[in-house]
């Protein structure tokens, strides 16, 4: 789209908290032998450690779809960013492992304000023809993050004291704060709360008049049919009506099979995995960590540019199969020794990582940012979201115990077979989004035709 820059400056700056959000999680593995150390942690302190951030997060994504249908998005990207830079800010000062904690506590707050507000944001702010692809750049940021934190891991740590490591974060929590002065709030939010003139010129800012006259009659068209529509219903009535509830459900049953899949497992417990296939020494297994997250940056790029060619479902099913498929070949061949064996285990995890980036990775965000009807899609999305770190945490403290249990084969036969019940269930359920406009896809919820029958022929 001609001058369409405005579109790609939002989804950039904003997508920055996808950055704070993967930066946040790989960071700690390679602290924490030297906090350990320093602080002379018991397993269970260290375990509450770990799991401060996605408890914070469980809570803040819980919240942030009101907070953002109070006060705009435009401001919880303010919050996240001062939460985040604060607490960093806390972690390099601090000598007490309670502050040390608090601290942890806030990173995750901030955190799991991201994976809501963010791609709600874009998604209202984007062009119908690139939403999916603007909004699979918060999950590219993601990635981007988890690498990044990765490459600190294994060339910063034992040069720089670990709370350096995570002061390195600082930067791209200044540059969203500086970033987002340039944004505007979302004209869909503007509408919403009868600030018509700000949404208004919003719009003429972001489709630029002069160049798109006839677009931003009819964006502002559309969006005021759809507002004008609205009856009086409170937004917890509405997302458990027999019309809406149907979105809540595809948005929590996408996280759930999201990470069912085990994607966490691998991201957390990558280094331990590849000795477990004893690929070579410590320093290899953190080598082909980095190898994980590069594979989860690269294919994110590509997904990004298959969702508005190919559409979700496609993608998303060809996700499902990948994964089902690698992860089957992991549990095949962990059951075996030799290097050669080894190696065909350490392929799989590298083609498990680009099956969940091209689909499973950034789908769920898309599609949660779509389905829901605008007076209820900040409180679906925060319910959605709170899923995803509910099941997070579920899957990754089970694995320990289920490594016990099973073996490290058998794991993994359960996750693609999770898998393969994702893909029935998207096979039934997804519905195809690509090239409809919020509006329409709202007017699809209302009609009360079945969500799965949206977009499809
Ligand atoms: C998931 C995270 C995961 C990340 C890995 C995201 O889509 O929600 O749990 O760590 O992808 O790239």
């Not at 899949?261 to 080598?287: C, E, W």
Request: with cysteine; aromatic share 12%.
């Amino acid at each position: 789209m001609k001058n369409g820059i405005m579109f790609y400056l939002i989804a950039f700056v904003s997508a920055i908290t996808g950055f704070l959000f993967g930066f946040d999680s790989g960071i700690i593995s390679g602290a924490l032998e030297a906090i350990s150390t320093e602080f002379q942690l018991t397993s269970y302190e260290t375990g509450v450690l770990i799991g401060l951030i996605p408890f914070g997060a469980l809570i803040s994504s819980f919240l942030t779809g009101r907070v953002a249908d109070r006060i705009g998005r435009l401001r919880v990207l303010y919050l996240i960013a001062i939460i985040f830079s604060l607490a960093l800010i806390g972690i390099l000062v601090t000598h007490s492992f309670a502050l040390l904690c608090l601290m942890r506590f806030l990173l995750g707050i901030s955190i799991g304000m991201s994976i809501v507000v963010t791609p709600l944001y874009i998604a209202e702010t984007a062009p119908t023809e690139i939403r999916g692809k603007l909004v699979a750049g918060f999950q590219l940021a993601i990635t981007l993050g988890i690498l990044s934190a990765y490459l600190i891991n294994v060339f910063a740590i034992g040069k720089i004291s670990w709370r350096w490591t995570f002061a390195i974060g600082l930067i791209p929590s200044t540059a969203l704060f500086i970033g987002a002065l340039f944004l505007p709030e979302s004209p869909r939010w503007l509408f919403l709360k009868g600030k018509t003139k700000q949404a208004h010129q919003v719009l003429f800012r972001l489709y630029s008049k002069k160049f798109h006259p006839d677009r931003v009659e009819h964006e502002l068209a559309v969006i005021k049919k759809s507002i004008v529509k609205k009856k009086n219903v409170g937004v917890w009535k509405e997302l458990f009506s027999k019309r809406s509830f149907p979105c809540l459900l595809l948005g929590i049953a996408l996280f759930f099979f999201q990470q069912v899949s085990g994607i966490n497992v691998v991201i957390y417990f990558a280094p331990k995995i590849f000795q477990h296939v004893q690929i070579g020494t410590n320093s290899a297994a953190l080598l082909a960590t980095v190898g994980v997250g590069t594979i989860n940056v690269l294919m994110t790029f590509v997904a990004m540019n298959l969702v508005e060619k190919r559409g979700r479902r496609p993608l998303l099913l060809l996700g499902f199969i990948g994964a089902a498929v690698s992860l089957g070949m992991i549990a095949f061949f962990t059951q075996f020794d030799g290097p050669a064996f080894q190696w065909l285990s350490a392929i799989s995890i590298f083609l498990y990582i680009a099956a969940f980036a091209i689909s499973l990775g950034p789908l769920p965000f898309i599609l949660i940012s779509e389905v829901f009807p605008l007076k209820i899609r900040g409180q679906g999305m925060s319910l959605s979201a709170a899923g995803n770190w509910a099941f997070n945490t579920l899957v990754v403290a089970s694995f320990p115990i289920l490594l016990e249990l099973m073996g490290i084969s058998l794991v993994f036969l359960f996750y693609s077979a999770a898998c393969v019940a994702g893909l029935l269930f998207a096979l039934r359920y997804v519905p195809e989004t690509k090239g409809l406009s919020l509006e329409e896809i709202e007017e699809h919820v209302h009609s009360r035709k079945p969500l799965r029958k949206l977009g499809r022929a």
